[in-house]
C-alpha cells in the first residue's frame, strides 16, 4: 500500500513538474559538491606552490590530480542525470564508467 502511494506521489511530481526527483536531487547538489572539491584543488594547488619538499609536493600533485578526476567524474554525472534519464544514458552507451588509478 505505501508503495503504491509513493509511487503515486512520483508519478505525479514528474507529470506536474518535467523532473524526476533524482534528477532534481542532483540538480540540487550540484554547487554543494563542486565548491568544496574546487576549495580542495585550490588549497592543494597553493600547497604544492608552497611546500619546500619535493617528496611532499609529488604527493600534493598526485592528490590535486585525483580530486580533479573526481571533481570531472561528478560534474560530467550531475549533466548526464540533469540532462535526460540516466538508464536511457547508460543503455545507449552515452555514459562510460572508467577505472582511474
Known sequence: MLHSISANILEAWDVNHGDTLTQLLLRNSAHELRTPLNMIVNYLEEAIESSPDSKTQEHLRQTRVA????????VN????CSTSDVESNVAQGKVEVASIS
Open 67 to 74: 580530486s580533479e578526476s573526481l571533481l570531472h567524474a561528478i
Open 77 to 80: 554525472l550531475i549533466a548526464q
